[in-house]
């Protein structure tokens, strides 16, 4: 099975945003050749990470899902965002009241892809705190 890298996981992002985007604004986007990413896609798509390009990521059964509430600075929400969103792992953002600002589920196919996801979360200028729930199981 192919483990994605960054460049992937910035490629899988993409697609997210715009499942239909041509080749040559993507490559634009990641600053690469049209090639790099044909042949990336051809081997996205031959190893099952993605399955469509609805970009249903494929889900392990032993796959980590989290709950992420995350507190953010005054007017730097939008920002964050878009930053967010720009992660493949944080399969869904929103927004909340409360103490909280931002609501974001995780799915990671590791311990060591969570561990990533948690920090690159707590690393974006603007996030004041945060607090994540592992789900254990669905009852």
Known sequence: ???PDALDR???ALLRADGRAPIAQLALALGISRATVQTRLDRLLD????LGFTIRARREHDEIRAVMLIE???KSTTEIIRQLRGMPELHTLHTTNGAWDLIAEIRADNLRDFDRVLR????IDGVLNSETSIMLSSV
């Open 120 to 123: 690159e979360v707590r690393m």
């Open 72 to 74: 953010v600075a005054g």
């Open 47 to 50: 190893s099952g990470t993605i």
């Open 10 to 12: 910035k490629l899988i």
């Open 1 to 3: 099975m192919h483990t």
